[in-house]
């Protein structure tokens, strides 16, 4: 990251993957990505929350669908 994070009120740490091997158990289930955008517009700075909900499929089910490289996960 570029910057450092302070945590306060609004910004938490989260817990991440493991990086299991077995993704079975979550294959088929959806998940959330939470972020924040930061932009500046005349001269003022916004930042607003953005999530992004989606399925969990296999890597190799992404690969091969005609919808590829707009699917945004791979797991």
């Not at 990251?1 to 493991?18: A, E, G, H």
């Not at 972020?35 to 909900?53: D, F, M, W």
Request: charged share 25%; with cysteine.
């Amino acid at each position: 990251m570029k910057r450092s994070i302070v945590y306060n009120t609004f910004i938490q740490p989260i817990c991440l993957w493991d990086r299991s091997p077995d993704l079975g158990p979550i294959v088929g289930k959806f998940g959330t990505f939470e972020g924040a955008e930061r932009r500046s517009e005349a001269r003022r700075l916004i930042c607003k929350k953005r999530s992004v909900h989606y399925n969990v499929s296999r890597r190799e089910s992404v690969l091969s669908s005609p919808s590829w490289p707009s699917i945004p996960v791979i797991v």
